[in-house]
């Protein structure tokens, strides 16, 4: 499956954005999906994940209570709902798929598939 993640940008702190991951090749609903970031100067890290159907999710610790992981299996489109930005959570951004993903676990070796990267600048 290949992925395609947009909607990254230059947002001020408090701020809002939401990501996309649209998928294409295989069915979407076949394969668990997550979020991932990487800092400059940092290793990527777990953001959040949802498994296949949409029912379960899991997200890290750092971005619980302000960032929503969604898809919508029919549109083959997976989304990150960002809210209450801080600076902190400037970075890349990666989706990910999988078939076998614990999702719990957040690691990325666990992912098949990954998207490009969508760039996030928060400002303060």
Known sequence: VQLQASGGGL???G???????AASGRTFS?????WFRQAPG???????AIGRSGG??????SVKGRFTISRDN???TGYLQMNSLKPEDTALY???AGPRVTIWRGKNSEYDYWGQGTQVTVSS
């Open 15 to 21: 701020g809002s954005l939401r990501l996309s991951c």
């Open 74 to 76: 029919a549109k083959n």
């Open 94 to 96: 990666y989706c990910a």
């Open 42 to 48: 940092k290793e990527r890290e777990f953001v959040a």
């Open 11 to 13: 947002v001020q702190a």
């Open 56 to 61: 379960t999710a899991y997200y890290a610790d």
């Open 30 to 34: 076949r394969y668990d999906m997550g």
